[in-house]
């Protein structure tokens, strides 16, 4: 769970950056290391979310399901 959550709040940090920027954010699950690179590319290609609209573009479970395979995927034998 531990390693979802700090898979979420990387997506929820990426989706906040500025258009015209690119981040660079580290996490560490397990003693490792990990960095992200978020390219402006990313950011053009992600779904905005605009003020007005009262949810995410992405529902919550969707995001979860989302970044879960994404562990999977960067971590062998990551638990959820």
């Known amino acids: 769970m531990i390693t979802t959550i ?3 709040t990387f997506v929820m940090q990426a989706a906040s950056v ?26 053009e290609n992600s779904p905005r979310w605009r003020e007005v609209d009262v949810s995410p573009p992405l529902p919550p479970r969707v995001a979860i399901q ?15």
């Open 66 to 80: 989302s970044a879960r395979f994404l562990l999977w995927q960067l971590i062998k034998d990551a638990h959820t």
């Open 6 to 8: 700090v898979v979420l």
């Open 18 to 43: 500025n258009e015209t920027a690119e981040g660079k954010y580290s996490s560490y699950v397990d003693g490792k290391r990990w960095d992200f690179i978020v390219s402006r590319q990313d950011i």
